[in-house]
């Protein structure tokens, strides 16, 4: 059995690309879930999915480098769905594993497995269910860990996180709207291909 610090050995060996990527950084700047940053909650996401498929002894059908990579991309989306001044994110919880995806297919070439782990993570609130076990692991960490994080306590005395620096773009807004409908294109086409 794995031990904690070696799954988080694991996470940030197979999830360095990732987890060093500029854009990466605008996780830190927005909260997810309670006190938890969008950064901290795809960590613990990828731990604890690393946990489940040592613990069920998945090992022979699980891809360990698939599995962390959509575990810390499934929340890609690189915005604060909590500040909604224009209405655009109203329907977060269905539109953001599609918006994840634009991004990361932006900045990181993506196997069929993440792909559609990062797109089905919301399952069952979106009706498609995940086509690999990565997939399944990786809603379930989610869930866990959301719903761990959404009712600490520390919620109640969370600081103020500093704003994201200007150089690294929110994926809202209009110019860079533009570009995610684009990429919006991109995930349908690639949604397409992993049918
Ligand atoms: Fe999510
Ligand atoms: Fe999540």
Known sequence: MLARQRIHEIVHEYGRDVLEHERMRIEKHCYQHGAVTTFEHSVRVACLAVYFADRLHLWRHVDLRSLVRAALLHDYFLYDWHYDGDGSHKLHGFTHPRRALTNALHDFDLNPVERDSILRHMFPLTPVPPRYIEGYL??????????????????????????????????????SAQKTNDGDDEAEHQEETIR
Do not use: H, N, W, Y
């Not at 869930?143 to 994926?171: G, N």
């Open 138 to 175: 990786v809603t379930m960490a989610d869930k866990i860990s959301a719903t761990r994080e959404t009712f600490s306590m520390a919620r109640f005395s969370k600081p103020q996180l500093d704003p994201v620096p200007a150089r690294l773009a929110l994926t809202d807004g209009s110019e």
